[in-house]
C-alpha cells in the first residue's frame, strides 16, 4: 500500500500500541489486563505496520523471528507455572522473590511469558497468511 498518511501514522502507532500493551501487561496483576490481552495489543501495533510497509519492513523492525519470540515466551510460562514444584507447593502456586525493594513475583513471569507466546504466535500467523497472499 502506498499510503503516505498510513506509512507515517503506522509508525507512531506501533510505538503507541506497544508501550500501552506494556501497560496493560503490567496492570494485569491486579487489574483487568495481562499478558493475553496485552500480547494481543503489542502483536496488533505490529500488525498494523506491515499493512503500512510490508511484511519485510515489519520483520526487520522486529529483528527477532516471531516464532522464536512465541517458543520463549512458552518456555518461560512453563518454568514460571512450574517453579512452586521445587518449593514442594501446588503448580502455579505464586512465589515471591524480594531484591532490596523490588519484589517479582512468579505470577508476574508467567504473565510475561504469555504475553510473549501471544505476541509470537500472532505475528508468526498474520506475517505467514500476508507472505502467501
Known sequence: MNSLILSVGARFLTA??????????LRGHNSPGGGFIGGLI????FVLYSFAAG???ARRALRVDPRAIGVWGMALAI????????AALDPFTGLWLILA???LSTVLV???????????????LVFTLEETL
Do not use: P
Not at 518454568?79 to 521445587?86: D, F, K, P, R
Not at 508467567?110 to 508468526?124: E, S
Open 110 to 124: 508467567f504473565d510475561i511469558g504469555v504475553y510473549l507466546a501471544v505476541f509470537g504466535a500472532i505475528l508468526t
Open 101 to 103: 525493594d523490588l519484589a
Open 16 to 25: 503507541l500500541f506497544l508501550l500501552f500493551s506494556l501497560f496493560v501487561l
Open 55 to 57: 511484511v519485510d519492513a
Open 79 to 86: 518454568i514460571a507455572g512450574m517453579a512452586s514444584a521445587l
Open 42 to 45: 503489542g502483536a496488533a501495533g
